[in-house]
Structures are given as structure tokens and as C-alpha cells.
């Protein structure tokens, strides 16, 4: 069984920057393509940002601009790196690495824009 660990989550002021990670205990993430999701409260999850196992990486038009996914496969991790945060980005966020057969999910980690 593979385990994604999302850290980085906080408490952040409007116009703040936070560094999401989610580390696999497997290495996956460059095999597969992962994405960052978020879910805020009463609406559904939606993908924020994926990144493919040969690099290509996809954005929300939310978030195009400000928020930047990249992968250390030595450190089988992927980050998010997010930038200009607004009170509407507040949500959980969940890592997403997925391939042809499988598919795991962590277990989110929160983040709170508020002044």
C-alpha cells in the first residue's frame, strides 16, 4: 500500500504564500501523474494542479499565474507552491497520484486565507 503525506498547510494572510508537499512512501509520483486537489466547505472537490510523469504540468484558470506544481523524484515528492493567496482558495487540499490500474489519495492537508 502507498501512502501520500500532504504537510505545509497553515493559517495565511491575503496576498501570503504557503509550500504544500506530498510525500509518497513509494516512488510513484514520477510514474504516474499527480494532482493537487481542494475541497472547501459545502462545495465539491476540484483539481487545482497536476503534473504528468514526464513533466507537463496543468492548471486551474483559478489559480494560472500564482500557484506552481513541481516534483523532486529523489525526494519522491511533489510541492505546490502557492502564491498570492486569496480568502477563496481556503479549502482542504489532497494529493492525487494516479496511474493506469491504481490510484491513491492523501489524506489533506488545510489551508486558511484570512486577515
Known amino acids: 500500500q502507498v501512502q501520500l503525506v500532504e504537510s505545509g498547510g497553515g493559517l495565511v494572510q491575503p496576498g501570503g504564500s504557503l509550500r504544500l508537499s506530498c510525500a509518497a512512501s513509494r516512488s510513484i509520483l514520477s510514474v504516474g501523474v499527480t494532482g493537487w486537489y481542494r475541497q472547501a466547505p459545502g462545495k465539491q472537490r476540484e483539481l487545482v494542479a497536476s503534473i504528468t510523469s514526464g513533466g507537463s504540468t496543468n492548471y486551474a484558470d483559478s489559480v494560472k499565474g500564482r500557484f506552481t506544481i513541481s516534483r523532486d523524484n529523489a525526494k519522491n515528492t511533489v510541492y505546490l507552491q502557492m502564491n498570492s493567496l486569496k480568502p477563496e482558495d481556503t479549502a482542504v487540499f489532497y494529493c492525487?497520484?494516479?496511474?493506469?490500474?491504481?490510484?491513491?489519495w492523501g489524506q489533506g492537508t488545510q489551508v486558511t486565507v484570512s486577515s
Open positions: 492525487n497520484c494516479k496511474g493506469r490500474q491504481w490510484e491513491f
